[in-house]
């Protein structure tokens, strides 16, 4: 199983690395749901670990729905994460009517050519979920998509995940959002995925202001080794 967990500083990605981590989501602005970090941070994490840094590309927390001007600074964030050393972008784009914005994704992922690009939790907020996955899959370009299942929290769209695991095809589920040691094996004895995000579940008190716990991602580690993850 993939291991994911969201990172805003240097020293949170380096414990999340040694406790066993696999891969990290590196933002900023995480009481608004993240934002792209500075181009020092990113340098600096990717300098820092050895796991793939995959870096947030959001240029506001208002909405999902980004202006031209907003979409070419987006482009150009894709750009310096790259050269920085990322290893892939984390992005979501929707229209007005909250499908998703396929002219702005395709020029997104133009952007992103190299990176690994994950389909963020925008996708929560789409009209029809397996509508908008059916899209998706017509970009193979696009490895995952991070999701809730269309929830506040993971958990309480355990059917709704499973389904969309069912139909993903070449495109990974990665579940988010409210996982933690206690409540990861329910979701896994219905929802075979392969990758699992985690954000304040991996910190101790269950908070963006505290630092990261590496016994939850050790402890996390061991429940998908006995689901032969």
């Known amino acids: 199983m993939i291991i994911e967990v969201i990172t805003d500083s240097v020293n949170d990605s380096i414990i999340a690395e040694q406790a066993g981590a696999n891969r990290i989501e590196l933002i900023t602005g995480v009481h608004e749901g993240g934002l792209t970090p500075s181009y020092g941070l990113i340098e600096g994490v990717c300098k820092a670990v050895s796991i793939p840094v995959n870096v947030m590309i959001r240029?506001?927390?208002?909405?999902?729905?980004?202006?031209?001007?907003?979409?070419?600074?987006?482009?150009?964030?894709?750009?310096?994460?790259?050269?920085?050393?990322?290893?892939?972008?984390?992005?979501?784009?929707?229209?007005?009517?909250?499908?998703?914005?396929?002219?702005?994704?395709?020029?997104?992922?133009?952007?992103?050519?190299?990176?690994?690009?994950?389909?963020?939790?925008?996708?929560?907020?789409?009209?029809?979920?397996?509508d908008a996955l059916k899209i998706i899959q017509k970009y193979p370009e696009i490895s995952r998509i991070l999701t809730s299942g269309g929830e506040d929290k993971a958990i309480q769209a355990i059917e709704q995940l499973h389904q969309l695991t069912l139909q993903s095809g070449n495109v990974e589920i990665l579940a988010g959002s409210g996982l933690n040691p206690t409540n990861l094996s329910i979701l896994l004895d219905k929802v075979k995925v392969k990758e699992i995000h985690f954000g304040t579940g991996v910190r101790y008190q269950n908070s963006f202001m505290q630092a990261i716990d590496p016994d939850k991602i050790k402890e996390i580690i061991h429940i998908a080794t006995t689901y032969g993850l």
């Open 59 to 130: 240029p506001h927390s208002r909405s999902f729905r980004y202006s031209n001007e907003e979409i070419n600074m987006m482009a150009l964030d894709i750009k310096v994460c790259k050269d920085l050393g990322a290893t892939g972008v984390v992005f979501g784009v929707l229209t007005e009517d909250n499908h998703i914005n396929e002219n702005a994704l395709k020029y997104l992922i133009d952007a992103s050519n190299g990176l690994d690009i994950t389909f963020h939790r925008a996708f929560d907020e789409v009209e029809n979920q397996f």
